[in-house]
């Protein structure tokens, strides 16, 4: 079997307060190997934090701790900021919910796909471009060059996402995190980024943690699903028996999963029966 390629043990997350510290994270342990596996849980539940601070991108004021958080055989709990800053360029991308907060509107489509490779590699202008146009055209864009040379006030939602997930991929990471990827698009927009991420880390051989609140469609996308609930793992499955978890929490947020009625929404928080 493969080595993970981010194996966690007893992350722990806090941030300050009147109180003392306050955890949202609490000892959690798993591990991410090629494959898709997805992070769900009612809101607050701890799944963005977990997934920042494998990113190094935790609000200021947050403790992270952890026995061992490994990613790719290093170490990540003695990072320096430079060297999260190269990691990101290289093994770890982040998509996030949406591109109109993650693309600059003063720059063009390529320059901002184009821009890791610009920062950690030494490819030439013409090579970088040509890295770019493909990179756009393996992500379903019609008419790379078009787009390359596009603003993103020009691009749709979906086209925004596809261009996101561009930037993201252009220095082949090992390991994608993607935050309610497709959250701010239509149903319809959700299956096609899904499917192409699914294919995409199929052929680049990548991790993806994928963070929903939408059991319905991880159950269709990914392979394992960790469930959180106050910071802790709830429970822990192949994406095949979220339909028949053994947990009421889980069971309760299938529960829950979106219909056309609630699309969009948040999950609910979940109470236990007195
Ligand atoms: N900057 C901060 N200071 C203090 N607490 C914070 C901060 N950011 C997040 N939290 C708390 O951390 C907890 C976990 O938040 P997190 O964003 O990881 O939840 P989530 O499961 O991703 O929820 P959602 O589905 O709503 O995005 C929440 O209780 C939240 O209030």
Do not use: C
Request: without cysteine; hydrophobic residues 40%; proline residues 5%.
């Amino acid at each position: 079997m493969l080595e993970p390629l981010l194996s966690a043990e007893e992350l722990s997350i806090s941030f300050p307060s009147d109180a003392g510290l306050v955890s949202v994270v609490d000892r959690i342990s798993f591990s991410v190997g090629h494959e898709i596996l997805a992070l769900v849980g009612e809101s607050g539940s701890g799944k963005s934090m977990t997934g920042r601070a494998i990113m190094g991108l935790l609000p200021r004021g947050a403790v992270m701790r952890a026995r061992r958080l490994v990613f790719d055989s290093k170490d990540l709990t003695t990072r320096s900021s430079a060297d999260w800053n190269a990691l990101r360029g290289t093994g770890l991308g982040l998509i996030l919910q949406d591109p109109r907060y993650s693309l600059n509107p003063a720059h063009r489509v390529g320059r901002q796909v184009e821009e890791a490779l610009l920062l950690h590699t030494k490819l030439s202008a013409v090579e970088r471009r040509e890295r770019a146009l493909d990179m756009l055209e393996k992500v379903g864009l019609p008419d790379p060059k078009r787009i390359y040379a596009s603003y993103p006030a020009a691009l749709s939602g979906g086209m925004g996402q596809r261009v996101m997930i561009a930037a993201m991929l252009i220095n082949r990471p090992k390991l994608l995190i993607a935050d309610e990827p497709t959250s701010a698009l239509d149903r319809d927009l959700q299956d096609q980024m899904l499917t192409l991420l699914r294919s995409l880390t199929e052929e680049f051989g990548m991790g993806l943690l994928l963070i929903s609140h939408d059991l319905q469609q991880v159950s269709r996308y990914a392979d394992r699903v960790l469930v959180m609930r106050q910071g802790r793992i709830e429970e822990e499955m192949t994406s095949a028996d979220l339909s028949h978890a053994g947990s009421p929490y889980t069971r309760a947020l299938w529960a829950a999963r979106p219909s056309a009625a609630t699309y969009g929404t948040r999950l609910p928080v979940y109470e236990d029966e007195q």
